[in-house]
């Protein structure tokens, strides 16, 4: 992403239309820029232990045992929360809620900015999530807070994130934990 | 069966709330006889929802949900209308597309899925209201019934267009006043039931939903033949009983009355239905 | 050590290749056909699950010929559905199940259809339409014309452009793998102009036919797919989210701008597979550009030609995407341009607004709206030799 803030009369800024695209395969998006897979792993892990109330927001994907590579990375989220010391808040499904959400415990990708406000939360990482409602939802936050957004995404990655890591599987998860472990001991936690 | 999609993983079960591990652990998978007595004592797969209060159209959906078969492995496909405040909160896999096309929508899904599960048995359900279904949708809905496709059709029939705030529908009875018809309804009410029968439906039913086992019945049969034989179709009853000037109490009451009149129960079905429903009867599933 | 090579076969027996292979290196020869053959062609390689028809001159017979790749096993699902609306229905319950899906539609179907092109590109379904444009009503006319194509830009598809049937078999391939990149995934409006392209017999070459597109796999989907395998089990596709309660005014504004950015994305995929959004034809240092997509293109090429015999250079820059709409390979190709023609079969003129829009303070060229033909009418070379003699004011004998 570009800018934090609203993109022309919309509420709702666009990577896009400021020219970032997601990152081509083997790279990853930190901010506006391509950077190397690994650098970017850094920077999210610093942003995730240095920030108040990191969360990760695990979506369908890894909340449920629907495949094998869902039930090992369920595993690697609760390792990787407990790394860095971030919280655990599910977006279990992805229905406007009625009559509404409990912020304290549940995000919904039609109105994330509740939950964020309401846990103060500095920083988070999207995983699991299905990309049009990741996208939806970064979008929305990225107008409405002050979170660094990680997306650690499966697919092709997202842009309107601050960081975004692309074609994360079981692998790739297991090298950002222990990325965060090294990042965790410089920074002296 | 699908229920591995409702399984949490172990590691994160901590993090869910009670209704998503309760949908998990105290609904009823896996297990075609279950029916409308199981609601008291299971997870329902409807949360709550923004119908108004005492509205048939929510009872006629939990005794529907709960009628279903094959929860796991059904498919609905709703149109637009009051029903669809409520399909959110439906904890299955469903499609709300356009007003009318949900016919269309749902002989794609229900031919895309037989030629990817070949081996596996996935139900697609329609669930829309009159308008929908008789008025704007009624192209759509005659034309899979004449490609004879494998779905089962439920109309919720509340005889006016209740989200838009009360319109005279193809359904209203002939000479009730509604928006629209301000002079009162100037032409008759549209037998669905009998266009279903003629246009090849093979089993047609027309009910209120005063009596919930005798919706589910209707449900099962209606899905059991839409699963090996054709189209079927389920006509319900279910007032609008804030467009008629009831009170939240009173909507069963007025079922009841009609029950002996104009939804009086009609049951029709062709031999293959037939041969179809008593042998499911045989095996204890009706 | 000799590496063990996997091969994979798609359900009709066929050699799945890679996307690049099928494209660009697959040894290829020489067929004569027309552009609804063509289709047959393309439709044949790609792996397709779902097709659904409507009969409409003059998409008709490629239509047909889907119908025959059924019979013989290339195609999963194929029937004639009762109208374009309801087809356009059927196609997206087939998409949403999981299926890779085409269809095909012209003129007044296109219209009939309408309310679903919003609705595929707001559901993220990569369906792809083959639209053979023709004149809408009123009055009736089935020649070719494509003022539709105007009613189409805003749907939130992609709409690309063919000028010959061989763009078109390649577009359709190229069109698959671009329309279901995970971070693409919105419908794909692959045009062409009714008869002169459908009906018209041309030389195209094709690769083998036993090898094709990998199969689409719905799992990759940025949607959870509706055949009850995915997560999250409680899933309604697509919720109304409007009401108040639900304070989701973001996600609907949220959502039209993620449909938008997803077209977007496709430009990296589409320059790729497409060798480039734009192509150059003619003399590159000419300062007389034609911009025009389709048939147009074609007969601009013509132009190009006969400029050159009395010695006007001119050259044509061909669209091949209008949505995305290629704004940075236009604007870098008329640097230096002085006249911009945009010919077009339609009385509207919507690619020279479109033209307009996006170099409206990057060029100082005249644009000129001309010619315009409509209704059916052919646009000879010649006549776009006059549009461009009017303003220079040189005789040239042979033109009428």
Known sequence: ?189 | ?286 | MQATETILYNRAGQRVVSPDYLLFEAPRTKHFMTGSEAVKEAVKRASVDASVSYPITPQSEAAHLIGELWVEGYVGVYFRGESEFGVMSEIAGCAMAGARCITTTSGPGTLRAMENFPMWAGTRIPVQLVLMARGINSPLSIQPDNLEVSFLLDTGCMIWYAETAQDLFDMILAGFVVAEQPDVHVPLITVVDGFFVSHTREAVMLPPDDIALPPYNPYRAPMPVIDAEVPPGRFLRDPFVMKSNYISYATHASWQWEVRAAIERSRPYAKHYLRGLVEHFGDPEADLVFVACGTASAQAKEAVRLLEDEGIPARVVKLKTIRPFPIEELREAVKGAKYIFVPEFNVVGWLEREVRRYLYGHSNAEIIGAPRVAGGMTMPAEVIVKEVLKLTGKEVKHVI
């Open chain 2, 1 to 286: 069966m699908s229920y591995k999609i409702y399984k949490i993983n172990e590691e994160l079960k901590d993090f869910m709330p009670k209704e998503i591990i309760d949908l998990e652990e105290k609904a009823t998978w896996g297990n075609p006889k279950r029916g409308v007595m199981d609601l008291p004592y299971t997870k329902e797969l409807i949360e709550e929802h923004s119908l108004c209060a005492g509205c048939p159209e929510s009872m006629a959906l939990r005794y529907i949900i709960a009628s279903l078969p094959n929860p796991e492995d059904t498919i609905i496909v709703n149109s637009t209308g009051c029903t669809s405040l409520v399909f959110p909160h439906i904890a299955l896999h469903t499609v709300h597309s356009l007003f009318g096309n949900q016919n269309a929508v749902a002989s794609g899904i229900k031919r895309v899925l037989e030629w990817r599960f070949p081996d596996k048995v996935k139900d697609v359900v329609v669930l829309a209201g009159d308008g929908a279904t008789v008025d704007i949708g009624l192209d759509c809905t005659l034309q899979s019934f004449f490609r004879q496709e494998k779905i089962t059709t439920i109309c919720f029939d509340n005889e006016v267009y209740a989200n838009t705030g009360g319109q005279e529908s193809g359904l209203t009875v002939k000479g009730h006043v509604f928006k629209m018809a301000p002079k009162g309804k100037q032409w008759d009410k549209v037998p669905m039931w009998q266009l279903a029968i003629d246009s090849g439906c093979h089993y047609v039913a027309r009910l209120t939903v005063s009596s919930p086992k005798r919706v589910e019945q209707v449900i099962k049969k209606a899905i059991y033949v839409a699963r090996e034989v054709g189209p079927t179709y389920v006509h319900l009853y279910t007032p609008c009983i804030l467009e008629i000037g009831l009170n939240s109490d009173d909507g069963l009451d007025e079922m009841r009355a009609r029950d002996k009149e104009r939804f009086a129960f009609f049951e029709y079905m062709t031999p293959q239905a037939e041969e179809v429903i008593n042998r499911i009867k045989e095996e204890g599933l009706l």
């Open chain 1, 1 to 189: 992403m570009a800018h934090i803030g609203p993109s022309g009369f919309s509420p709702y800024p666009v990577a896009v239309y400021e020219g970032v695209l997601t990152p081509p395969p083997g790279k990853a998006l930190m901010f506006n820029e391509i950077v190397d897979e690994e650098i970017a792993m850094r920077e999210a892990a610093k942003a995730m232990l240095t920030r108040q109330n990191p969360t990760i927001f695990p979506g369908p994907q890894v909340l449920y045992a629907w495949n094998e590579e869902a039930k090992e990375k369920a595993k690697l989220v609760r390792k990787m929360a407990e790394v860095l010391g971030a919280k655990i808040i599910p977006m279990y499904d992805y229905r406007p809620k009625y009559p509404k959400i409990n912020p304290a415990i549940e995000i919904n990708p039609n109105h994330p900015n509740l939950t964020i406000w309401h846990n103060k939360i500095k920083a988070c990482i999207f995983v699991g999530v299905h990309c049009h409602y990741a996208n939806v939802a970064l979008k929305i936050i990225r107008a409405e807070t002050d979170c660094f957004t990680i997306a650690m995404c499966s697919m092709a990655g997202h842009e309107d994130a601050m960081i975004t890591l692309r074609d994360q599987h079981v692998e790739e998860m297991e090298k950002f934990i222990k990325i965060a472990e090294e990042v965790k001991k410089e920074l002296g936690k």
